[in-house]
């Protein structure tokens, strides 16, 4: 009964978004580091040599002054890089009453026993619903070639494996497959999916989250890439392919994965955000030195939580955070379609999932 009173706490602000201008946000996507052992083709937060990122005791700090997060997205790099994942997570569960959702993306590199462990930990907090997204970009072949690790694919399945173990007897925790479609995979979707229907015969097209391949200065660091598959004919028929066969029900999330799904086939033909952006309005991007930015895409600074005395109100009402604003609104933010920013763009403005 919590988890369902917070699901409609949350679902109630996301509809109150439609009508007013939120005083802070509901969202917070968070890279708690940049360390990560992968060595994608899509992406150079690999190459990164991160040091001085913020400390368990920061993120407490930062948790407790601003308690009002409802959704909380954990990313990295490899986010079980962090040997305080755990405690990072239970930060925001003891300082966040309302907190309904956390999602943590990861690249199966890490120590299955010990991802295990710490998803199981942070299950025993009381969340009431983890998202975890194994990192799937292939086939076996493929999806090594593009992490860049040899045997990836293999401990991607054992790693979704072990996650539906633990959701038999836990059923806040859910499992997915993120899939990024970049011009290294365009075309090969259903042949990975049926590489993973031979190990999970169970495996539906619900299982997987699309993804396409972006580039960022801020989070990413892969401007110098080409790697978007924008434009691409094949990949827009492709992922028409992948909404098709998506179940339709109506579930409030899979609506809006639905929707989400449904605008990246627009964004896939026209490389033009198919939804006006809500960022810096119901959500931020906070990455792992405090640096608070409207989105993981926009390279626009506008503080860091250490110099604001971990006060996020400080930023989010300052002068150059209304020049951000001002800017989306004139529709200069750059063109993106990202699901860190998408899933609150979508049900702030109800009318777009439709």
Known sequence: MAGESKLLGMAMTALRSNFTHLERPYKLNFAVTYNCQSRCLTCNIWDIRPKGELTIEEIRDFAS???????????????????????????????????????????????????????RQMLAL????????????GYRELHDKIRGIPGNFDKAMENYRMMMNIKKDNPNLDAIFGYTMSKYNVGEFDKTFQAVKQIFPNVTYDDFHINLAQTSETYYKNTDLDISPVGNQVAVEELKQIYSKRDKRYDPMHMVENAFLKHLIDFAASGRSPVKSRSLDLSLFLDGWGNVYPSIMWNKKIGNIREAGY??????TSNEAEEVRKQIKEGNEPNEWTSCEAYQTLTGSIGTML
């Open 65 to 119: 002054k601003n308690n009002y997060f409802k959704w909380i997205t954990i990313t990295g790099g490899e986010p079980f890089l962090r040997s305080d994942i755990v405690e990072i997570v239970k930060a925001f569960r003891e300082s966040c009453k309302d907190l309904y959702i956390v999602t943590i993306p990861t690249n199966s590199l890490c120590s299955m026993s010990m991802v295990e462990q710490k998803i």
């Open 126 to 137: 009381g969340v009431p619903r983890l998202v975890m997204t194994v990192s799937l970009d």
């Open 311 to 316: 006060d996020l109100a400080k930023i989010w």
